[in-house]
């Protein structure tokens, strides 16, 4: 059953003593009476209050606003910056590297990519899929895999059937921080992403086994 989400127009109060805006930040304060000094703030894109209290009195609940608006634009100020940074960087991946997507609902398919060429900017690839070899656990269960030279036929995720030119993909790179490591991931498309593998044979479900 889908659920109905609540916009701010539902939380906002309906009557308060005062009410201002910090409009780039997306913040709403309403100042209520309701048994002592009250303060209703919401912020960003967000429906619900990020602070709903009541306070000793009205110097206090205006500090408390006034710390509240002094983090949002640090954390504003923090993601431009992040941003910013973001776009310089480079991906680090080369042609040769092999990427790997794992997939699946109630089993694991791994599907491997070549990277084939990386565009000047860094921020795109070329890959190609390609096909798994099975070094541990054959007709089992549970296989091991690691990629093998030979092109696919076809590739679920890329949406390429058999008969298709075979000729190199270009997928953006993302490139994330965070807490100083750098992370990297080809996009493929609808929400599936590759990563670059480290060389140690993967799992996936085997042949027959998955739903």
């Not at 040769?96 to 790997?100: N, P």
């Not at 099975?134 to 054959?138: H, I, K, L, N, Q």
């Given at each position: 059953m889908r659920r109905f989400a609540m916009s701010r127009e539902f939380?906002?109060?309906?009557s308060y003593t005062d009410r201002f805006e910090v409009p780039e930040l997306g913040i709403e304060v309403y100042?209520?009476?309701e048994n002592g000094p009250v303060a209703k703030v919401f912020g960003g894109k967000r429906s619900k209050p990020d602070?709903?209290?009541?306070?000793?009195s009205a110097e206090r609940r205006q500090e408390a606003v006034d710390e509240y608006i002094k983090r949002e634009k640090e954390r504003a100020a923090e993601k431009v910056k992040e941003r910013k940074e973001r776009k310089k960087l480079k991906t680090s991946l080369k042609p040769?590297?092999?990427?790997?997507n794992s997939w699946g609902y109630d089993q694991t398919n791994i599907d491997f990519y070549k990277v084939v060429e990386v565009s000047p900017s860094g921020k795109t690839v070329k890959i190609l899929?390609?096909?798994e070899a099975?070094?541990?656990?054959?007709g089992g269960p549970s296989e091991k895999v690691v990629p093998s030279e030979n092109i696919k036929d076809y590739d679920v995720i890329?949406?390429?059937?058999?008969?298709w030119d075979k000729q190199p993909i270009r997928k953006p790179v993302r490139i994330d921080t965070w807490g100083g490591e750098v992370y990297e991931r080809v996009a493929l498309g609808e929400g599936y992403s590759a990563s670059k593998w480290d060389g140690e044979p993967l799992h996936q479900t085997g042949f027959g086994y998955g739903h």
């Open positions: 939380f906002r109060p309906r100042f209520l009476e602070i709903y209290s009541r306070y000793k040769g590297d092999i990427l790997y899929p390609i096909y099975v070094v541990d656990g054959r890329l949406k390429v059937d058999r008969g």
